[in-house]
């Protein structure tokens, strides 16, 4: 065999054990459970040192009775290794009792606190600074690799991920999540009927699942003043973004901070009872993430009247990352959201410009200078869910009215257990049957084709997966037609060969013809 077939099998084995990688896990894998198994490495290395260290200090503790002169230097060196010896302890003692409990609260909170229902929420809150407590590291378990200073955002995203299964198949096949969504027809903005108000929301909402990668959701209305929204089934972790993006209205709004903010700040502090706040400003608190899981909390002066850049000004919101791996949301201008941007920065250089979205406080950088590109960023300390998501609520636009969930409830398969059994069953006893037939026909060249159907079918379900696909019934249609042309078009080649071969000439002849 030539060399250049080596290296060409070569690559075929590789490619075929890359798409058999990413098919695992094909379920969804629980979260907690991911999340202790992937820190169980690091919780090994701490029960190490402790047991290391731990025997460490009982070995210098009889040095140090040996010593008789408590003021030599032998002593001092030693008890200072026993000091050492005995912080490596308290160390690695407080990791991991930590650890344990950042579990049972995380179990607490999820038995116990209704708006809690995502394991990955859990943790995040479990781990957030508490009165009797410091904020919890989670990169001190779970590290990010090529991040050493790993947000508790970025360590979940990494926990999510995963957990998260590769194969998803559809609302036909495997039911999913319904939420039934409606709206006060009594709070519509001026001259909208209640059909075109829901017609938008629609339109909204499939926008939003749509960018945060749900596949195949089913949305319609229900009434006069409700929608239905299906989609397939997810995890607890992801319901919950969807939730959240849901019931976001995106009102996008920019606002000048005071240019004596701090001492604004200050004067406030002072006596907040009888601080007097400056007509034409408010005060708004800006909580940020920091990286160790501790939440920073800013007082800011702001202007009540926002600027006149709007979110409807908006092109384009995309989730980005920076060289140092922090997520953001990039923000693209139209021509008139531009042009008053650039107006807005070159007027007020120097001053702090607040970025706020329902209400929230995202960001306030200082304007270093005049921004005339039309780009901006909503910077935080995301994942990149999160930020996804925030990206995916901008970009379909404002809720045109505030809406909310009125009901949520699993939904069964639409075509029914026995139909999908029976598909299955068939598809089966077909593909088997088909292999059989070729083996047992075509011999050598049978054993040929079914290995090549069957790295043809690893390469169709290694794709699906890598790309994130939900799998339906008309999909799986597909690979039935897929199966089928390959079967004729090796058909067809075995019988050219075989008259060939019957009018004398050699197998190998034959294949060349």
């Given at each position: 065999m030539r060399p250049s077939l080596y290296w060409r099998f070569a690559i075929i084995v590789l490619v075929l054990l890359g798409w058999t990688y990413a098919l695992f896990p094909i379920r969804d894998q629980d979260f907690m459970t991911t999340f202790k198994t992937?820190?169980?490495?690091?919780?090994?290395?701490?029960?190490?040192e402790l047991k290391e260290a731990e025997?460490?200090?009982?070995?210098?503790?009889?040095?140090?009775?040996?010593?008789e002169d408590n003021t030599s230097d032998a002593y001092r060196e030693v008890q200072a290794d026993y000091t050492n010896a005995q912080q490596t302890v308290r160390t690695n003692e407080r990791l991991l009792n930590t650890f344990d409990d950042l579990l049972?609260?995380?179990?607490?909170?999820?038995?116990e606190d209704e708006d809690v229902r995502a394991p990955y929420r859990a943790v995040k809150l479990a781990a957030q600074e508490r009165p009797a407590r410091a904020p919890i590291a989670l990169r001190d378990y779970i590290p990010v690799p090529t991040i050493p200073r790993a947000s508790n955002s970025l360590v979940l995203s990494r926990v999510r991920n995963e957990a998260r299964g590769t194969l998803r198949l559809g609302l036909d096949l495997k039911g999913g999540t319904e939420f039934v969504i409606g709206f006060d027809e009594e709070k519509l903005p001026d001259g909208r009927s209640p059909a075109s108000v829901q017609n938008q929301i629609i339109e909204?909402?499939?926008n939003r699942v749509d960018k945060m990668g749900v596949v195949e959701p089913e949305i319609k209305p229900v009434g006069d003043a409700s929608i239905s929204l299906r989609m397939p089934s997810v995890s607890e972790d992801e319901k919950a973004d969807v939730r959240r993006t849901i019931k976001q209205t995106a009102r996008l709004t920019f606002h000048l901070v005071h240019e004596n903010n701090a001492k604004k700040v200050q004067e406030y502090e002072t006596n907040p009872h009888t601080f007097d706040i400056e007509p034409g400003y408010q005060i708004k608190v800006m909580r940020t993430e920091q990286p160790d899981g501790s939440i920073s909390e800013e007082k800011l002066f702001l202007t009540s009247r926002p600027a006149r850049v709007k979110g409807s000004h908006i092109n384009r919101a995309v989730a980005?990352?920076?060289e140092f791996n922090n997520y953001y949301v990039s923000l693209s201008f139209n021509d008139e959201g531009a042009s008053e941007f650039a107006k807005l920065t070159s007027d007020n250089v120097g001053r702090r410009l607040a970025i706020v979205l329902d209400g929230k406080v995202y960001s306030a950088p200082v304007i270093q200078q005049a921004i005339t590109g039309g780009q901006a960023q909503i910077t935080g300390n995301f994942g990149p869910e999160e930020a996804t998501r925030l990206a995916s609520v901008i970009d379909s636009g404002n809720l045109p009215v505030e809406i909310k969930i009125d009901s949520e409830f699993g939904t069964d398969p639409t075509l029914g257990k026995d139909s999908i059994r029976s598909g299955t069953l068939a598809a089966v006893i077909g593909l088997c049957a088909v292999l059989i037939f070729m083996i047992l026909y075509y011999r050598v060249a049978g054993v040929?084709?079914?290995v090549a159907l069957c790295a043809n079918i690893l390469l169709v379900f290694g794709t699906l997966a890598l790309t994130g696909a939900t799998i339906t019934l008309p999909g799986?249609?597909?690979?039935?037609?897929?199966?089928?042309m390959a079967v004729d078009a090796n058909v067809l080649i075995f019988e050219r060969i075989r008259e060939e071969q019957e009018s004398g000439k050699s197998f190998g002849n034959a294949l060349r013809s």
């Open positions: 992937m820190a169980e490495d690091r919780l090994s290395d701490y029960r190490k025997k460490t200090v009982a070995e210098l503790e009889k040095r140090l009775e040996q010593i049972k609260e995380a179990q607490r909170l999820l038995a909204i909402l499939r980005s990352f920076n040929i084709a079914v799986i249609a597909g690979i039935v037609l897929v199966i089928g």
